[in-house]
């Protein structure tokens, strides 16, 4: 259930601010910098998988996807086997004489008509899934940059990266640049706030 944050991952870079203006005026002689960085230039990361697991507005979102996808999915399969059930008694009546052949051709014409439509749902409602899915990532991207836009007023960072676990993105860094609690636990905040939920929940 992680393909958003597959997703937003293969887009390898969230950044807040690119190459500031200030960046100019870079002085190598400063030694090691906030977030694990050198000089005037700030990089920190920040791991999807983490987002995934413990962001709160993202698991809504899921989660409600998902029961909408479990109900449909439910209707479809039953609309189905109602449909190989009503094949079957035609069979049954015409091997039994309680039909004709015409009156079982008419009965099973009507059914494949209904069985076009049944597909055509399908097809109608993965396309359908297919773009809620779309919109619920361009929702969650759009969440956590602007909360980065809001994050980075106090941190000046230059750069924030994206990352993963098994290091998909970035094969080694300081871990003094991961900056995924203070970002989680500032975007749950802000949900939270947002929505009126109790701030119980524990953070990673």
Do not use: W
């Not at 899921?62 to 009503?86: G, N, P, V």
């Not at 396309?127 to 809001?150: F, G, H, P, R, V």
């Not at 749950?188 to 119980?200: L, V």
């Amino acid at each position: 259930m992680k393909r958003l944050f597959s997703i937003l991952s293969s887009a390898v870079l969230i950044i807040a601010s690119v190459f500031l203006s200030d960046c100019k005026n870079e002085n190598t002689g400063n030694g090691a910098a906030a977030g694990g960085n050198t000089g005037s230039f700030k990089v920190a990361v920040v791991k999807t998988d983490t987002l995934a697991e413990v962001y709160e507005y993202y698991n809504d979102l899921q989660t409600e996807l998902m029961l909408e996808q479990q109900d449909k999915e439910a209707d479809l399969s039953a609309r189905y086997k109602s449909l190989q059930t009503k094949f079957l008694k035609i069979q049954r009546d015409l091997q039994n004489r309680m039909i004709t052949p015409t009156s079982a051709k008419k009965k099973q014409e009507q059914l494949a008509l209904e069985q076009q439509k049944l597909q055509q749902d399908q097809q109608n409602y993965q396309a359908e899934m297919m773009d809620k899915s779309q919109k619920m990532t361009l929702q969650i991207l759009d969440s956590i940059k602007n909360y980065l836009k809001i994050y980075n007023k106090d941190h000046n960072y230059d750069m924030i990266l994206t990352s993963d676990t098994l290091g998909t993105n970035i094969l080694l860094y300081d871990k003094a640049m991961d900056i995924t609690s203070d970002i989680v636990k500032g975007l749950n905040k802000r949900y939270r706030e947002a929505t009126g939920k109790k701030n119980d929940e524990k953070e990673n």
